[in-house]
């Protein structure tokens, strides 16, 4: 079964943690262990980081159906940064790695324990039992 | 006698793919089915050659295969036009099949070639046509390149298939006019295609296929076809120049090494040798375009055995000739910072103030990185601090990111112990 993993962070300034560099370093490479160990697993079917929140725009069809864009909202704290996609046997596995990705250390290695959002992904009909 | 399937015999079947379809587009006058119909002979190769062997004809074994597709195909189509229409098929629509290699002619890639790169299609769907009817890839290879699923592949494959059927453009070489026309958005596929090597996501890159060696082969067939065109020349040059430095531009984690940072013994001198060799040579016969100008300030950087020994007055001299001939913001962004090397980096910072008020590129992360970097120059930390992380707020990759952001918390940390651990791994 697949789950989406969705990472949402805090935002600061720009989007961008300012760490210290050893603390920053350790960060990527924990994220980089991350994904390689799920690749690994045959667990990942796909991972992707976001771009910060000023490249985000809010668009909606206006009356002509052409699209009216809305700069970002600066109010909203949180912002999704990115997101995995896992083919897991049980959701205890899609915890398990949700909680992994958590424990990513932050600043003084100490780990961020951000929320990381769990949700199933829907599938085709299930199989006609007869 | 069959010979033994081996690494050499993938690479002679991508060779030979342009060459079959050529040959079967020809003959059955249907560009798009037999684009298919060649697909699923190098499909039937994938699988049986790695076990029966390769044929001892393996153009004529695939011609074969493709043409009894294609002939299956035709049947159905009449039958079908038949059962519909109750018309005749105009039987001349299969033309003899004669001799096997009787048809074969070399111009056929090049008549791809210009075709796939049609101005008619958008830049993705040249991209991914080329790459299949030219390059003999498998839809499968090229989605798991630009990683889209391979059912989105196929559909954008066949959508520039019906786009080239619904320009009307015949099977054969353009006029020596058309050529000349139409050249530039060839070049310009083939240069994407290179690009995307370096552009696609960390998944991307762990993926067998090598879009780089694709396009320099491509562009490399397109050079042997049009050995006179200092352009194409200058293109190939310019891909060999700068893919001589790939495997110093990443780091054990994938992070991005500036050029500065390099270490330079991990560059290909063969690729360096045979880059400058060709742009020499297509220099030597007057006319300069941009990617003979774009090679040339490749080979600078290249032939300098330590960072410190670029030349970068000469790189300045190439960016002022490229900036009067194709003015663009990016031009006027790499000239100062060769300005900045030369005559320091307040000049540098100076040409950047003429930028901020282009439209062209607001907003553009590598404004705030060029100019983070000449703040870095001056000593004006905090600013260069602010302007890296502006920079990385702005990027869209993540190895880019991960530098520029790793610059700012490099610097801030310089500011206090005048030490940086990014300068000296």
Partial sequence: ?130 | MKKAWDETSEHLLRELAPQVLGSVARRFRDFSSAEDAVQEAMLAAYTQWPQEGVPENPRGWLIQVASRRMTDHVRSEISRRARETAVAVDAETIAPFNDMDSDMDPDDTLILLFMCCHPALTSSSAIALTLRAVGGLTTTEIANAFLVPEATMAQRISRAKQSIKASGVPFRLPSPQERVERLPAVLRVLYLIFNEAYASSIGARLQRLDLAREAIRLTRSAKALLPEDGEVAGLLALMLLTDARRAARTGPDEELIPLDKQDRTLWDGAEISEGVELLTAALSKGSVDLYQLQAAIAAVHDEAARSEDTDWPQILALYELLRRMSPSPMVTLNYAIAAAMVHGPSKGLELLKTLDADARLAGHYRLDAVRAHLLEMVGDYQSAIKHYRIAASRTTSIPERNYLMTQAACLAEKEVTRNCTADTQ
């Fill in chain 1, 1 to 130: 079964m697949k789950y989406i993993l969705m990472m949402n962070t805090m935002r600061v300034g720009h989007g961008v943690p300012e760490w210290p560099q050893k603390d920053l370093r350790a960060h990527i490479a924990f994220m980089m262990g991350l994904n390689k160990e799920l690749r690994e697993s045959g667990e990942l079917v796909s991972a992707e980081g976001l771009s910060f929140p000023d490249q985000a725009k809010l668009v909606r069809a206006g009356k002509d159906g052409m699209p009216i864009t809305d700069g970002v909202f600066p109010e909203s704290k949180e912002f999704l940064a990115g997101y995995w996609i896992v083919d897991v046997d049980s959701p205890e596995r899609a915890y398990a790695v949700a909680a992994k990705a958590s424990s990513a250390p932050g600043p003084g290695g100490t780990p961020l324990n951000m929320p990381i959002e769990v949700r199933p992904i829907m599938s085709g009909p299930p199989p006609e039992i007869l």
